[in-house]
């Protein structure tokens, strides 16, 4: 089982940019995919972001070539930098871990989700 923690959630401006980190521990991190996910008030949950074990990397169409996931193996942590957001940004940010080892990033969204982490919540204002 892994422990996750967000942080870096805030409130910006429309146009602006903010990164979140998510850090892992008590499994080996750098073996599984890693992703991203948001809840806005009244909605599903709905995928963000995914990083493989390997780095690679699949967006959800709403954020394609505006958000950027990554990761550093060396600090068990996970980033989602999010530049130009929209009001329809606004949510709560959820950092997930797969259950596959050495699993595509593809399996956060076919693949149960090993853990969850607490959220971090995103507030994108006029």
């Known amino acids: 089982q892994v422990q996750l923690v967000e942080s870096g959630g805030g409130l910006v401006q429309a146009g602006g940019s903010l990164r979140l980190s998510c850090a892992a521990s008590?499994?080996?991190?750098?073996?599984?995919?890693m992703g991203w996910f948001r809840q806005a008030p009244g909605k599903e949950r709905e995928f963000v972001a995914a990083?493989?074990?390997?780095?690679?990397?699949y967006y959800a169409d709403s954020v394609k070539g505006r958000f950027t996931i990554s990761r550093d193996n060396a600090k068990n942590t996970v980033y989602l930098q999010m530049d130009s957001l929209k009001l329809e940004d606004t949510a709560v940010y959820y950092c997930?871990?797969?259950?596959?080892?050495?699993?595509?990033?593809?399996?956060?969204?076919?693949?149960?989700?090993?853990?969850w982490g607490q959220g971090t919540q995103v507030t994108v204002s006029s």
């Open positions: 997930a871990a797969g259950s596959v080892p050495r699993g595509g990033s593809i399996t956060i969204t076919t693949m149960p989700i090993g853990s």
């Open positions: 990083i493989s074990w390997s780095g690679e990397v």
């Open positions: 008590g499994r080996t991190f750098s073996s599984y995919a």
